[in-house]
């Protein structure tokens, strides 16, 4: 079939949003636009707190405000929600849902100045980091002076960030700046780091462009690259091949080629060129003997090439591999057969008795 759904076997990178709740109706909006088109599809996991001082702040803190100084008794509980997310949480997801072993934490004000503290906390928890409009002024910009210190130390960091401000000026402004210039003195080999300012957007409205910028961002590469006048895949075969390795190899996780490789073999029959139609259809087989889908396609090659035969056993084929793996697809690979047989009786039935 020119088009697989996404099976049993398939697996997702996890993103973990700290004030979850309606927020994440909005990032799951966006994920589902850009997984269409620019990104994987994602798991999102939306974490409640009942107390945002208490779990996003990284130190005991009181805060000087226009009308004197505020007291926040509960501040400076980040590594305990830290030990939860790490210990937990993350455990519990990935047990229960189909993960990959990639995971980007996401978090508004208080929540993007946590984020970017599980940067220097916890290194290994998060291979990504997405901060809108955070709160670096928290206790005298005591993150970014962690973050300065973190990054002195590390001649290698394979992680991503982004970070981004509103209309916000005062204390929000000169941290936001003082990070910039942080990251920008001292970018430790792999670690990729874009900012961006919306002076159009209030502070409670900045998480949308953030969120679409750094997912952007983050994956990066993502799509296959196509020639712009014949559409298909650069480099043909090959190249979609050498671009899905070097996916997995950056990422850390196997990403499929297999609906690429699909593709391509349609869009080559589609254009008659059914030597390397069958090309790419005998390859996905090769590379992914388990999936009923590629055995299907590879039946359209051969009903291309004029060889019934070999089409219908490779239909059989699928149905039989879909019925294994409780394929959502299996009506249709049944119904593909039965339009095999029924051509091919009519076939013979046409051509007659042999004398």
Request: glycine share 8%.
């Amino acid at each position: 079939m020119p088009a697989a759904s996404r099976g049993k076997k398939d697996s997702y990178p996890v993103l973990y949003m700290t004030d979850g709740g309606s927020n994440v109706n909005e990032i799951g909006s966006t994920i589902d636009f850009l997984a269409d088109h620019s990104i994987p599809p994602l798991i999102v996991v939306g974490i409640a707190n009942t107390d945002r001082v208490r779990d996003l702040t990284p130190t005991r803190a009181d805060v000087k405000e226009s009308g004197g100084v505020t007291s926040y008794p509960t501040s400076g509980g980040a590594d305990k929600f830290l030990d939860f997310i790490g210990t937990e949480l993350t455990p519990e997801i990935e047990k229960r849902y189909p993960t990959d072993p990639y995971r980007i934490i996401t978090g508004h004000s208080l929540g993007g100045l946590f984020a970017i503290h599980t940067l220097v906390a916890r290194p290994n928890l998060f291979n990504a980091c997405i901060a809108s409009s955070p709160s670096l002024w928290w206790d005298g910009d005591y993150t970014v002076h962690e973050v300065q210190k973190f990054l002195a130390t590390r001649p290698e960091f394979n992680r991503t960030l982004f970070f981004s401000l509103g209309d916000e000026g005062g204390d929000m402004n000169e941290a936001f700046e003082q990070l910039q210039k942080t990251v920008s003195d001292h970018r430790p080999k792999g670690f990729v780091v874009q900012s961006a300012r919306y002076p159009e957007e209030p502070h409670s409205e900045t998480e949308l462009l953030t969120h679409y910028a750094a997912l952007r961002l983050i994956f990066s590469g993502w799509p296959m690259p196509t020639d712009p006048k014949t559409h298909l895949p650069i480099g043909g075969l090959a190249g979609v091949e050498k671009h899905y390795r070097d996916l997995s190899q950056r990422f850390g996780f196997k990403v499929s080629a297999e609906q690429a490789i699909n593709s391509l073999g349609y869009s080559l029959l589609g254009s008659k060129k059914i030597d390397e139609a069958m090309a790419a259809f005998e390859r996905n087989v090769e590379l992914y003997p388990d999936s009923a889908n590629a055995y299907d396609s590879l039946a359209d090659g051969f009903s291309a090439e004029g060889k019934p035969g070999q089409a219908m056993q490779n239909v059989q084929k699928a149905v039989a591999v879909a019925t294994q793996a409780g394929d959502p697809l299996l009506p249709a690979f049944k119904r593909h057969l039965e339009s095999l047989e029924a051509a091919n009786k009519a076939a013979t039935s046409k051509a007659g008795p042999k004398q």
